[in-house]
Each structure stands twice: as structure tokens, then as C-alpha cells.
């Protein structure tokens, strides 16, 4: 079955500091790959996504995620953190019109 | 444009009573869904549409129902709700298909008692 797993359900960084979350997928085929943002209260607002191509992908923010086939990977970072990246980060495929997302990854930043 | 708006932004109901979520988009997209969120869940895909007249099932679809008389509307339906339906629903749309980009709607938060 097809699944999306966030193994790290809380971060906690320092602001200033570098970020990677983690993404791995199960699919039978490459699927379309996203991530996520929702702050507290809100809806959710797209950083990136990958379809084909580069295998490394800038997003809004300052965020970039890699995709690695031998893997089955598309971790999410930033080179530096601001206080207001604090927020829930979700990992999600698409593939026929539906989408499975992760359980959230919620990051913390320190000041 | 408004983008995705839900109504009503907070609902409580008494289990077995019925209500509506309403979910419209002013951006003239044809791919629709609905999703719920509880926590340590993520999000979960309750119903989707590709267009007027079409739609289909989900990860998590018992309890709800749902059509699509217009491009703008995808109303989602609890016939009889159970303490089970507590949760944050979420609405999105997509200009054609569930590969591109979701645009979420604010989400109508429901307490089932």
C-alpha cells in the first residue's frame, strides 16, 4: 500500500541553524511529491514540490528539498532557521488524483 | 479573489444530527477534495472531485457524502454524525488534478458530542 512517513514528529533548532526534515514514500511508481506548511490555525500553503527533472528543487521561503529515487526520499531543507519558520511541515505524494500526506513534522525554533 | 472559503468555521453537534460543510472557490478549478485532520494524523482524504458531476472515494470516506452540481461548490455531507467525525476539516482545490498544487481553504473545525 502506498504511505508517506515523517519519522521525527517534533524538532527542536536554534534559530540561525540548519534544518533538514525527513520524507520517505512507498509508491509502485515516482509519484508527485510535495511539502507542506500550516501554521497554527491555518490552512496549509504549498513550499515546493517535484514532478520530474532536477532532482533538487528551491521553494518559497528559502527552502529546497531533494529527491533521491534509490532512496525513496524527498527531505525538506533550510540553510537557517527563522523564529518564523516554527510551524507543522507536511510531506505528501500524489498519484491518480489522490494525495496521502504524512503525519507532520512540528518544528520548534529556540531563540 | 477569495480563493477556497469554508463555512462555517466552527460547528458543534449532538451525535445522529445531520449538517453541511460548505466548501467554494472563485479560481475555476475543476479538482476538488476534502480532507480531515486530527492530530498525529496528518491529513487524510476524505472525497475528491475532477469536475461537475464526478466524484470519488477517498482513504476515509464512510460517514460522508458528497456531489458536485457546479465547478464552485463541493459540499460535504454528515447524514448522522458520531463522536468519531470530531475533527478539522479542510477543503482544497486544484486546477485540474490531484498532482498539482492543493490551495487550502481556512478549515471548519467540528466537535461531535
Known amino acids: 500500500a502506498q504511505s508517506v512517513t515523517q519519522p521525527d514528529i517534533h524538532i527542536t533548532v536554534s534559530e540561525g541553524a540548519s534544518l533538514e526534515l525527513r520524507c520517505n514514500y512507498s509508491?509502485?511508481?515516482?509519484?508527485?511529491l510535495f511539502w507542506y506548511v500550516q501554521s497554527p490555525g491555518q490552512g496549509l500553503q504549498l513550499l515546493l514540490k517535484?514532478?520530474?527533472?532536477?532532482?533538487l528543487v528551491q521553494g518559497i521561503k528559502g527552502f529546497e528539498a531533494e529527491f533521491k529515487r534509490s532512496q525513496s526520499s524527498f527531505n525538506l531543507r533550510k540553510p537557517s532557521v527563522h523564529w518564523s519558520d516554527a510551524a507543522e511541515y507536511f510531506c505528501a505524494v500524489a498519484r491518480d488524483d489522490k494525495i496521502i500526506f504524512g503525519k507532520g513534522t512540528r518544528l520548534h525554533i529556540l531563540p | 479573489n477569495a480563493g477556497v472559503t469554508q463555512t462555517p468555521k466552527f460547528q458543534v453537534l449532538k451525535t445522529g444530527q445531520s449538517m453541511t460543510l460548505q466548501c467554494a472557490q472563485d479560481?475555476?478549478?475543476?479538482?476538488m477534495s476534502w480532507y480531515r485532520q486530527d492530530p498525529g494524523m496528518g491529513l487524510r482524504l476524505i472525497h475528491y472531485?475532477?469536475?461537475?458531476?464526478?466524484?470519488d472515494q477517498g482513504e476515509v470516506p464512510n460517514g460522508y457524502n458528497v456531489s458536485r452540481s457546479t465547478t464552485e461548490d463541493f459540499p460535504l455531507r454528515l447524514l448522522s454524525a458520531a463522536p468519531s467525525q470530531t475533527s478539522v476539516y479542510f477543503c482544497a482545490s486544484s486546477y485540474s488534478s490531484g498532482e498539482e498544487t492543493q490551495y487550502f481553504g481556512p478549515g471548519t473545525r467540528l466537535l461531535v458530542l
Open positions: 509508491y509502485g511508481a515516482t509519484p508527485y
Open positions: 517535484y514532478f520530474s527533472g532536477d532532482t
Open positions: 479560481m475555476n478549478h475543476e479538482y
Open positions: 472531485s475532477v469536475g461537475a458531476g464526478i466524484t
